[in-house]
């Protein structure tokens, strides 16, 4: 008896122990389908699994009893002890879960519309479930939907045919409640994603390698940014290749054509390759990749050859139909490169295909940047040769000018007119009145110094031009007596700026010759030098004859067109006015005097 007995324990023992085992591998083959459920239900590649990051607020709006809110209550505290990362409250107001029942008149029909306030970084923001159910359908019935839709908002599923997963009941996969129950599957899902490490679960249970995972989880990110950082460096490699010289914009010489395209080309080649996967070349032998590159170059050195010659034909044509020849000519050569290089390809695979005149949009990408390169290349170089030559022509009428314009200086400004009237002032005031005739041969000195101490100089401070100024208008004023008047005014900000030499005393020569010396009775000059924002003023002002419309000829001023055009371009400007008051204006940048 007592043998049977053990005999019967020993039974037990071992069938209990192999059922426990068992069960062991069910539970780690059970817990891997889970995770493949999640991966086929929750969390897609590249992109996100949606969840709350916050605390979950669920309000109740419309026809809900006192029974329907005991049991969303009671499904609440049980999907709790599921979620670690948020909790869960029945709220009156400000909810983000939002379920509302509405009545309807068909008392048989089930209504359900779901909006969602989603992140594109997986988080949810706010829901709202629409739904009506039947009047007459019982409580137990009732709990089910309200179970069903408060679970079903915890995450964002998408669509997945149940013979695919071979899953059924489940909240998550099935969309008509009746079919479902909230089973261990729905558990595990919510227990593993509102959990502290939901990502790190994932990743140590994902079905696959690492490189798998995280092709998976970032592959479309790291593709692009591959693509991305070999483009910038395709663009730095040509820019480094272009600055040292190794390449340029030009060549005139079929060796160095072919040295410039072939180094450009395989540089863009390399990246472009860099960028892409190279799975497709994995059964390719090194030979064979030799033999590859090998007729890849000769198909290069054709082509490049073609072009060379094909362009040489127009390089005295314009400057547009270059460009348009370039990108027909770069075009034509890149398409052919491609459909060349992808039969070359074929030939070392055992899947022999024949010629093809189509190519891939990636590559009609690279045709369209390699041909906008070009184009951008050429039209620099074309670009500088024009501003080369510009320069020239502007260097020789800058010579020109100042040559001009320093003759101008000696034989205008200092006009034999003005040295006689001055000489005969000082010849007729000899004998009358001795102080104002040395006063006007020292003003007429120091006129003189001033012109051949800074005869080389462009620029000067107003502070000087406009001491040069009144020493001409003191002359002047010795040789009319108290029929001239002169008053200067000066912004304090102006007065150490910068200006062409000999830009005022022309202005002023004007007044007198063509307005104070013209009318009877006593002439007013009045200089006014101002800045306003990055401009300087300097405005002469006289009581004389209104100006004509076109005071140019006879009035001086074509030689201060012409140095204020060669120092300032199109930024300064002569103005002029009769009302209110008669006065020319020059408009010029401020320069400090720094500059």
């Given at each position: 008896?007592?043998?049977?007995?053990?005999?019967?324990?020993?039974?037990?023992?071992?069938?209990?122990?192999?059922?426990f085992c068992q069960s062991e591998k069910t539970d780690s083959k059970g817990e891997q389908s889970y995770w493949n459920f999640i991966r086929a239900k929750i969390l897609p590649p590249n992109a996100y699994a949606y969840r709350y990051e916050k605390d979950?607020?669920?309000?109740?709006?419309g026809n809900f009893t006192h029974l329907d809110s005991l049991s969303i209550k009671n499904n609440i505290k049980e999907i709790q002890q599921l979620v670690k990362t948020a909790n869960i409250e029945l709220v009156d107001s400000l909810g983000n879960l939002t379920l509302t029942l509405d009545k309807t008149k068909d008392h048989t029909t089930t209504r359900v519309h779901n909006f969602y306030g989603l992140s594109v970084n997986?988080?949810?923001?706010?829901?709202?479930y629409i739904f009506s159910l039947d009047s007459l359908m019982n409580q137990e019935k009732r709990n089910k939907y309200f179970q069903y839709y408060i679970v079903r908002s915890l995450s964002k599923t998408r669509y997945n045919s149940s013979e695919e997963?071979?899953?059924s009941s489940c909240i998550f996969h099935e969309d008509d409640p009746n079919l479902t129950n909230f089973n261990e599957l729905d558990k595990f899902l919510i227990s593993r994603l509102y959990s502290g490490n939901f990502y790190d679960q994932f990743k140590t249970n994902f079905n696959g390698s690492t490189r798998d995972y995280y092709d998976y989880r970032f592959g479309d990110k790291i593709r692009f940014i591959t693509k991305i950082l070999g483009i910038i460096l395709g663009f730095c490699a040509i820019l480094l290749l272009l600055k040292y010289r190794i390449i340029t914009t030009e060549a005139n010489q079929l060796v160095v054509y072919l040295k410039q395209g072939f180094i450009s080309v395989n540089c863009i080649i390399f990246f472009y390759l860099v960028s892409q996967s190279f799975a497709q070349f994995e059964y390719i032998s090194a030979v064979k990749i030799f033999k590859i590159w090998f007729a890849t170059e000769i198909v290069l050195i054709i082509l490049l050859t073609g072009l060379f010659y094909l362009e040489k034909r127009s390089i005295s044509g314009k400057t547009l139909t270059k460009l348009i020849l370039n990108v027909l000519s770069t075009t034509l050569a890149v398409y052919i490169f491609f459909i060349s290089h992808e039969y070359i390809i074929s030939l070392t695979s055992k899947y022999k295909s024949h010629w093809s005149w189509d190519i891939r949009l990636e590559q009609i990408t690279a045709l369209v940047l390699f041909?906008?390169?070009?184009?951008?290349?050429n039209f620099v170089s074309f670009k500088n040769i024009q501003e080369i030559n510009l320069r020239d022509i502007e260097l020789s009428q800058l010579k020109l000018l100042k040559s001009k314009a320093e003759l101008q200086a000696l034989h205008s400004r200092i006009n034999p007119h003005f040295l006689y009237n001055s000489l005969n002032s000082i010849a007729a005031l000899a004998h009358i009145d001795p102080s104002k005739t040395e006063q006007m041969a020292l003003a007429l000195s120091d006129f003189f110094r001033y012109a051949i101490n800074h005869k080389d100089q462009d620029m000067?401070?107003?502070?000087?031009?406009?001491?040069?100024s009144?020493?001409?208008l003191q002359i002047e004023k010795v040789r009319f007596g108290n029929d001239l008047d002169y008053s200067i005014e000066i912004d304090d900000l102006a007065e150490k700026s910068l200006i062409p030499r000999f830009l005022i005393q022309p202005l002023i020569e004007n007044a007198v010759k063509h307005g104070v010396s013209v009318i009877q009775g006593k002439g007013i000059i009045k200089l006014e030098i101002t800045k306003k924002a990055d401009h300087l003023f300097v405005k002469v002002f006289d009581n004389g004859p209104d100006?004509?419309?076109?005071?140019?000829?006879?009035?001086?001023?074509?030689?201060?067109?012409?140095?204020?055009e060669l120092l300032y371009g199109e930024s300064a400007k002569i103005s002029w006015e009769n009302q209110p008051n008669k006065n020319i204006c020059i408009r010029l940048p401020f320069t400090p005097k720094s500059v």
């Open positions: 008896m007592r043998i049977r007995l053990t005999l019967l324990l020993l039974h037990l023992f071992l069938y209990s122990t192999n059922s979950i607020k669920v309000q109740l709006a997986g988080k949810i923001r706010s829901q709202e997963l071979n899953i041909v906008c390169i070009r184009l951008v290349f000067i401070e107003v502070s000087k031009e406009v001491e040069i009144e020493t001409y100006f004509p419309d076109m005071p140019i000829s006879g009035y001086g001023l074509q030689s201060l067109y012409e140095k204020l």
